[in-house]
């Protein structure tokens, strides 16, 4: 049943949907519910899969690519043709751990800046998979980490917001053409 959702794992000259970048109103709104799982939500997440592999992704959430849907995509293994990507529709975090990881992530939204951000080691998350069942996953590692920042995104909230050294911040986003200004600082 699962493989009627796989893609291949590969760059396509032309991704099917358009990456919104650090700045884009679209970014900050929160991403409504999906009710119904069906094949045009089936549909969204395959685009989705092409449009994070041709743009070297580990993760990509549906308002990334202007679709204010609570969808996200997870591949942590992109070079393992064998390795299933996950996909979460309204993905929930139901409890984490009270150890904390310092890790450097990126974003998709955000390319070319890298830059430290404190979260939890391990999340135990609820969501509906591609085809409406509930699942529960207890995840940790780069997985809970990217997981983590996706269901960020689902709420309006961006990596940047979480960076605690802001003069680093600043320093990096100016060098890469974004305005600090986007950033709305989380307090920790």
């Not at 699942?135 to 269901?151: D, S």
């Not at 320093?171 to 200004?181: P, V």
């Amino acid at each position: 049943m699962a493989a009627s959702l796989a893609v291949e794992k590969k760059k396509l000259k032309n991704p099917p949907l358009q990456l919104h970048y650090l700045g884009d109103r679209v970014l900050r709104q929160p991403a409504k519910r999906v009710s119904k799982v069906d094949e045009s939500i089936r549909d969204i997440a395959r685009k989705m899969l092409q449009t994070m592999y041709s743009a070297d992704g580990i993760g990509l959430a549906a308002p990334q690519v202007g679709i204010n849907k609570q969808i996200l995509v997870i591949d942590i293994h992109p070079d393992d043709p064998e390795a299933e990507p996950l996909v979460m529709i309204n993905p929930v975090i139901k409890d984490f751990s009270e150890d904390l990881e310092v890790c450097q992530e990126g974003c998709l939204s955000i390319p070319g800046v890298y830059l430290e951000v404190r979260r939890p080691a391990m999340v135990e998350v609820a969501y509906k998979d591609e085809w409406g069942r509930p699942q529960l996953i207890l995840a940790g590692g780069l997985l809970a980490r990217a997981i983590q920042h996706e269901i960020d995104h689902l709420t309006g909230v961006m990596f940047v917001d979480r960076v605690e050294n802001q003069a680093l911040l600043r320093h990096e986003l100016s060098e890469h053409g974004f305005t600090a200004s986007a950033v709305r600082p989380i307090a920790a």
